[in-house]
């Protein structure tokens, strides 16, 4: 099938199918998703993955890059304000220039991201109004009003592929609060969303605490740690189990953290998924030791297993300089004070597809850690001060070379 | 027909399509895939190129002159020329990407499809049908379907077709 160009002598210059295919090859797939609809040989070369020089054949790939990492200060005046760093030098020529745009444009609207999953942010506004946005295309969703007003409450958020062979994606939200104090039994109403019904349902379901806490709320942990086969599980800073919810057969249970002699629980820990499994890092400043969780996630007796344990400052300590913290290291040193005081571990987030690679919050300039090598990275610096830092919550986003779509 | 030489370089004449005529060293020629072609099987000395004008034809000799000058030395001058190459208005670049594509110059081919590329990413729906002279064959239901689903391709850089 040949397109004609009629030009201003009337001559006809032909477009032909190649010259058309290698110019759709050379966009950014943001581009390919909005010209799908040029005509019904464009949506062919684009996006059908039966043909092998269609750009979908091409271009898909089961597993997502990491690409970097969303964050946003609750904390301080512009506490509104969303940023993005890359997961490394190598990746930021990928799609770098314009998802910093689309980064720009997202915070232009006043949102908070409230979770990411799966390539896919959820975003709520000042009015309560919940929002899934794609970074990627720039898609973005308002949701239906909620039902229930809650003042902070803890949200789950599921974005994934039923089919293979499409790129819509269907997410599931979850959302509570968890009351006060415990009884033996308790129980929380719960509202969850739907994408394949459109509607939140409220729901009270039955709680079953392993003796009675108190949870201090703060708002890095109410966002779920991440979902593993629609499982989800939430941490809180200081908590003694972690709280799970099983979005398919709907109940609510707690899981014990690792029972370990080292193990007290802290501000600083850390609970994440990488690459299916929830891994529960425990964070002595210096020091991190690193469990996963052996047992069936639908378990409610919870079997960890310690794998990794690194003094990660003493590496960093080698060559202070590389991570930007040199002049903090020499003005210790010329107070006589030789080690890592005031070097420390502030915070912490695991890959989510590589377990053994954690980016350490280290007086806020982030860095990688490879546990299995011991080999630390720069990665970014935050450029605010060092305990303002401490209290960002980093938003993984993962990035598809094919777009998937709301 | 014999090829004319002069000394030891071969020569060849190509004709634009407004008739007018280029000469140029044959081992120029030799980077395009389709006029390498007939050179060395009917050995001719005068290809006609009704399909490219002639202005396009220009450009497209003045980058073979350049390509063929680039060495590792001056790599960064050839970039720098490149660049400029395709620094036209964009339906001359198309012009010079079908000719480009019909001559079959591989490399230069892959420039002019990222420059057309670079060019088009962040046009609308509509205009992107004005570049490329495409009526939609959707139905109307269908047409108005994408429209609904993605909003956002029909915003935006509408009338800017030309540059």
Known sequence: ?406 | MASSTTGEKKILTLKGGDNEEFILEESLVLQSELLKNMVKEERVSSIPLPSIKSKTLVKIIEYLKKHAELTPSNKEEFKNFEKEFVNVVLEELLDITVAVNYLKINGLLEFCCQAVADRIKDKSVEAVRKIFRIESDFTPEEESEFRKETPEAFEGDLDDTTN
């Open chain 1, 1 to 406: 099938m040949k397109r004609l160009r009629r030009l201003s002598n009337n001559r006809v210059v032909e477009f032909c199918e190649d010259i058309i295919i290698n110019i759709l090859h050379c966009l950014p797939s943001k581009s390919l998703a909005r010209f799908n609809c040029v005509s019904k040989d464009w949506h062919k070369y684009i996006a059908d993955s039966s043909l092998s020089y269609s750009c979908r054949f091409r271009r898909w790939r089961p597993q997502p890059n990491l690409i970097g990492f969303f964050y946003q200060s609750w904390e301080t005046p512009k506490r509104s304000q969303i940023r993005f760093f890359f997961s490394s030098n190598e990746v930021n020529n990928i799609d770098g220039s314009s998802l910093d745009e689309s980064v720009n444009s997202l915070g232009r609207k006043r949102v908070y991201i409230v979770a990411s999953s799966n390539g896919f942010l959820l975003c709520n506004d000042l009015t309560g109004v919940y929002y899934v946005y794609n970074p990627a295309t720039r898609q973005s969703l308002a949701l239906p009003k909620t039902q229930i007003d809650m003042t902070d409450p803890f949200v789950g958020f599921i974005c994934k592929v039923d089919d293979p062979n499409k790129d819509v994606i269907s997410f599931t939200i979850v959302r509570y609060v968890m009351p006060l104090v415990w009884e033996f039994l308790s129980t929380i109403t719960i509202e969850t969303f739907s994408s394949e019904t459109n509607v939140w349902t409220a729901n009270i379901k039955i709680f079953e605490p392993i003796g009675l806490w108190l949870p201090i709320l703060d708002k890095k942990s109410s966002s779920t740690c991440g979902a593993i086969d629609g499982v989800l599980f939430w941490w809180l800073e200081n908590g003694r189990h972690i709280t799970a919810y099983d979005s398919v057969d709907k109940s609510f249970w707690a899981l014990e953290l690792p029972n370990d002699e080292e193990m007290v629980p802290r501000r600083s820990c850390y609970l994440g998924i990488s690459s299916g499994a929830l891994y529960f890092a425990l964070n002595l400043g210096e020091a991190i030791t690193v469990w996963r969780l052996e047992s069936n996630i639908r378990s409610r007796d919870a079997v960890w297993v310690r794998i990794y344990k690194a003094n990660v400052v003493s590496t960093i300590l080698q060559c202070p300089e590389a991570y930007g913290l040199g002049v903090n290291a020499l003005s210790l040193k010329e107070f006589g004070i030789v080690g890592s005081i005031g070097i420390k571990v502030q915070s912490m987030v695991i890959h989510p597809a590589i377990p053994h690679i954690f980016y350490l919050d280290v007086r806020g300039k982030v860095i990688s850690y490879d546990l299995e090598t011991d080999i630390a990275e720069f990665v970014h610096d935050f450029g605010e001060y060092w305990w303002r830092t401490q209290h960002f919550k980093l938003f993984a986003y993962e990035w598809h070379q094919w777009p998937r779509l709301l």
